[in-house]
C-alpha cells in the first residue's frame, strides 16, 4: 500500500478519499466482489470502472483499461480490466482503490477486514 485512505473533516476539504495500490502498468485489476458495472470508460483522461454492490456499496478502480462494460454482471475475483500507466496521482504507478455507501466514503480496506471503523452514536427517532 502506497497511501491509505485519510478521509477530510468535511465533505468538502481535501482528503485522500481511497487507497492506492503499488501495481506494475497492465497488471489485472480485479473486483472486490460480486456486482454489477455502473461505468467502464474514461474520466479526466483516465481509465475508470465501478462495480455497484449489493447493500448499496459501490468499488471504484483507477487509472484502469477496462476490460468490462456497463451493467455487466461480475463476479468477485474477475478481472475488470488492466492498470494504466498514467501519472499524476502517485509517485508510482498504482491503483486507486475507492469504496463509497451512497454519497459517503468509506476505507476499501474493510473490505479486506483492515481499515480503521469508527462508530457513531445511535440517537432515538424524535416523537412524530
Known amino acids: 500500500m502506497l497511501r491509505g485512505f485519510a478521509p477530510p473533516a468535511q465533505p468538502w476539504l ?9 501495481a506494475s502498468p497492465g497488471a489485472e ?14 474520466l479526466a483522461d483516465r481509465g475508470v470502472v465501478t462495480v455497484l454492490h449489493p ?12 476490460s468490462v462494460r456497463r451493467g455487466q454482471a461480475v463476479a468477485v475475483g474477475e478481472v475488470i480490466g488492466t492498470l494504466q500507466d498514467a501519472p499524476g496521482h ?3 504507478t498504482c491503483l486507486h482503490w475507492g469504496l463509497l455507501r451512497d454519497r459517503a466514503y468509506l476505507d476499501p480496506l474493510l473490505l479486506l477486514g483492515h481499515g ?13
Open 14 to 22: 481535501a482528503g485522500h478519499r481511497g487507497t492506492d495500490l503499488s
Open 29 to 42: 485489476v480485479r473486483a472486490a466482489g460480486t456486482g454489477t458495472v455502473g461505468y467502464a470508460g474514461p
Open 55 to 66: 447493500g448499496g456499496l459501490r468499488t471504484t478502480y483507477l487509472p484502469v483499461q477496462p
Open 90 to 92: 502517485c509517485p508510482a
Open 116 to 128: 480503521q471503523v469508527r462508530l457513531l452514536p445511535v440517537w432515538p427517532a424524535p416523537p412524530s
